[in-house]
């Protein structure tokens, strides 16, 4: 077994069991231990530091993904690529950590409500300081993936980054910690992980930090600055979708508000998690499509993979929904209750995005990739106005709305431009029947009676909602990967 399919194989154990722990850890222990206004300081300071961060990298991490081929060779220290990957966004940093200091009165007038404003101030530092681990930390995983060793950074991001975000919780909650004293073991975490992997690449023999003058004659450094400032208008816009409506909330309304969305949005990523892994594989197989110019295997992959997500998705969107009041059971602080609405918006949302399928892989692979960057910072640009018109009436429900509206209809706009583009639209009538099939099935479980004990209502509600649509997808054949499925499982 080679190098990349080993690291394959073990990314996909971390990612699954890093899943687990995530889901588990942000919305099931977290909002326990937490109160909602400083699960909301949390956001906000992990949605500036990481703003700032990206600022500051200025796209090398895509840029080293692309163009790092170029300068490999372990004898000479990879002709001192690592310096030049450090010094540019760490040089950068330094600007972009003064101007956020000396903006610090700007920021705080955001969060002027009460007590918001004091939690905000007096954690401003540790922003800073989580800016420069999280910049230093993915331009490391940059160089440690183009290295083939990516494995080891998925851990300490997907398993014991959380493990030790949950452990400071656990000491917060027990009173060993003040919250003070949680705050800096969060930021702590955001510095181990950073420090393990610096670690790692010198136990691997491969932290050249000696600069040579090589580096600057393999490729024109014109063109990677190019490059990189593509990437990072893509990278922002991609981090202002899931970090803008915490923003806006908390400045707008309030930390608690921030704190309540945090988790709504991190129950509706349950229904996204099918969509990710399949679209790992969807990607090298599209670009391989191009490549031979297989348009009708492209068409059918396109109207497959639709047909699959919407399967999957519309199932698992009305099963959490199903199960929100059980969900919600399980925190134990009925505040946060009140971002019911706004997960149904979110899932709402989220099924489109997965049943209008790879439309945004086409496009990011197509001879007309350019687009995709307009489509993405179109779609943060949709979420920021309709966010700024919606929070303020509506609060909790404008913010879940403006992301259900700008998610939905930019993914219908992106589907329209491949039909124009290419010809190809993804729609038939099986789509319709199994929106209709999983609506059906979700109102029989709902009008269910339930029990006094969540785990019952849960059980009888989940069970009988997988039945029916179970059995219809299997009557039906509408599926076929499914009835596939079905067929091996009779045989074992």
Same mark, same amino acid.
């Given at each position: 077994m080679g190098i990349v399919q080993r690291q394959g194989l073990r990314n996909t154990i971390i990612s699954y069991a890093g899943l687990g722990v995530g889901f588990v850890n942000t919305t099931l222990v977290l909002p326990r231990l937490l109160a909602p206004a400083q699960l909301g300081l949390l956001s906000v300071l992990v949605a500036l530091a990481t703003l700032g961060a990206q600022l500051s990298a200025l796209g090398f991490t895509n840029t080293t993904l692309r163009y790092f081929p170029y300068f490999r060779d372990a004898e000479s220290g990879h002709r001192g690529y690592l310096p030049l990957l450090l010094a540019v966004p760490l040089a950068v940093f330094g600007g972009v950590a003064l101007g956020l200091w000396l903006g610090r009165p700007w920021v705080l007038a955001w969060y002027s409500h009460g007590h918001d404003t004091d939690l905000v101030g007096r954690h401003y530092g540790v922003m800073l300081a989580m800016a420069f681990f999280i910049l230093l930390y993915s331009l490391l995983d940059s160089y440690a993936k183009s290295l083939f060793y990516s494995s080891f950074s998925s851990f300490l991001t997907e398993v014991l980054q959380r493990l030790l975000i949950v452990s400071a919780a656990a000491l917060y909650a027990t009173k060993v910690l003040s919250f003070e004293g949680f705050v800096l073991a969060y930021l702590g975490s955001y510095a181990a992980v950073a420090l393990a992997l610096l670690v790692y !690449?010198?136990?691997?023999?491969?932290?050249?930090?000696? &600069?040579?003058?090589?580096?600057?004659?393999?490729? &024109?450094?014109?063109? !990677?600055?190019?490059?990189?400032?593509?990437? !990072?208008?893509?990278?922002?816009?991609?981090?202002?979708?899931?970090?803008?409506?915490? !923003?806006?909330?908390?400045?707008?309304?309030?930390?608690?508000?921030?704190?309540?969305?945090?988790?709504?949005?991190n129950i509706s990523t349950a229904l996204a998690i099918p969509f990710r892994a399949l679209y790992k594989t969807a990607h090298p197989l599209i670009a391989e499509y191009w490549k031979e110019g297989a348009a009708a295997k492209m068409l059918d992959f396109y109207r497959r993979t639709t047909r699959l997500n919407t399967a999957l998705g519309a199932y698992l969107a009305v099963g959490i929904a199903l199960n929100l009041p059980f969900i919600y059971g399980l925190i134990h602080r009925p505040a946060f209750a009140a971002g019911t609405t706004a997960v149904l918006l979110l899932l709402a949302g989220r099924l489109t995005d997965g049943i209008t399928g790879v439309n945004g892989l086409i496009v990011s692979t197509s001879p007309r990739y350019r687009y995709d960057l307009l489509f993405n910072v179109g779609l943060a640009g949709s979420i920021v106005v309709l966010n700024y018109l919606l929070i303020p009436r509506f609060g909790l429900t404008g913010a879940s709305l403006s992301n259900c509206l700008a998610l939905s209809g930019i993914n219908l706009l992106r589907t329209w431009f491949v039909w124009r583009s290419f010809g190809w639209q993804p729609f038939d009538r099986t789509v319709a029947y199994l929106l209709l099939l999983a609506a059906g099935a979700g109102a029989v479980a709902w009008a269910l009676p339930g029990f006094h004990n969540s785990w019952l209502t849960l059980l009888l509600r989940g069970g009988t909602l997988t039945a029916i649509y179970g059995l219809g997808l299997l009557l039906s054949g509408w599926v076929p990967e499914v009835s596939r499925v079905a067929r091996w499982l009779t045989k074992q």
């Open positions: !690449l010198g136990v691997v023999g491969e932290l050249h930090l000696r &600069p040579r003058r090589a580096v600057l004659a393999v490729r &024109p450094m014109g063109e !990677l600055l190019r490059f990189g400032s593509f990437a !990072l208008l893509s990278n922002i816009s991609g981090n202002i979708l899931v970090t803008i409506d915490s !923003l806006m909330l908390g400045s707008q309304r309030s930390l608690t508000d921030a704190g309540i969305y945090v988790i709504a949005l």
